[in-house]
């Protein structure tokens, strides 16, 4: 079943009623996310199920994914960053209880009656971003720069180097 994204939902009342939510966002819908990307190619996909696991635990499972654009940080020209995210979120009430999940869970902490997807969203996505954004080697206007210095510095004499250790071969001797 798809439905329409709504803004907040009572995740436990989600869970006993398997709702399974999908549809694209706009980056602009994620205040936090779009002061740290340039924009994005596409609308953000996403696709969230409600549901319990075997343990009967409350889970939210789904999928985001989406093509931004970033600034890299070598060239701070534009570059395309897409994330295909899994979500595997368990939902507790306590931080007992998140500390007793098993590794491929995510805990939510739900302290408040009603959550707000676009928040879970929007966090999966900052994770996902990496800290430093750069091209890959090759592709970034700066690896033009550091080749053509390279080859600078390679084709200069090479100059006598003073050894910043050679003061600790007198001691030595003494």
Known sequence: ???????FVDPWRMVDQ????????????????????LGAKCDIELQLEF?????????????VKVDLLL?????????????ISQLNIALVR???EAERLPDNYDPLLLDEPRIRLLDIVEEELLLSLPQV?????GECCSDIDQKTEQTTVD?????????PFAILAELKQK
């Open 1 to 7: 079943m798809s439905s329409r994204l709504p803004d």
């Open 18 to 37: 398997r709702r399974l939510f999908s549809g694209h966002v706009a980056v602009t819908d994620l205040p936090r996310l779009a002061k740290v990307v």
């Open 51 to 63: 549901a319990r696991d075997r343990e009967k635990r409350a889970c939210i499972k789904g999928s």
């Open 71 to 83: 600034e890299c940080q070598r060239c701070l020209s534009p570059m395309s960053f897409s994330v």
């Open 94 to 96: 306590s931080a007992e």
């Open 133 to 137: 954004p750069r091209h890959e080697i």
């Open 155 to 163: 084709l200069e004499e090479p100059s006598e180097r003073i050894n």
